[in-house]
């Protein structure tokens, strides 16, 4: 079966794990010129937020 995680890094973004391999990161800081996908915008605006797991399938 099909494991998909969400990954939510630490002053960043949200990462969607399927099978243990990243495939999207998604912006949480709401400035990303690309969204809903992370451009690193959240490192030149000093974005603070703290990190989490959560588990969505297995």
């Keep these: ?3 998909v995680e969400v990954l939510v890094a630490e002053n960043g973004p ?3 794990q399927v099978d243990g ?3 999207a990161a998604l912006c949480r800081c709401g ?3 690309k969204k809903p996908y ?3 915008t959240h490192k030149k ?3 603070v ?3 989490d797991h ?3 399938l297995e």
Excluded: E, H, W
């Design 49 to 51: 937020a703290p990190a």
């Design 31 to 33: 400035q990303s010129s």
């Design 1 to 3: 079966m099909t494991r």
């Design 21 to 23: 391999k990243v495939t």
């Design 54 to 56: 959560i588990k969505v």
């Design 14 to 16: 949200n990462l969607i």
């Design 38 to 40: 992370c451009d690193g």
């Design 45 to 47: 605006i000093g974005f």
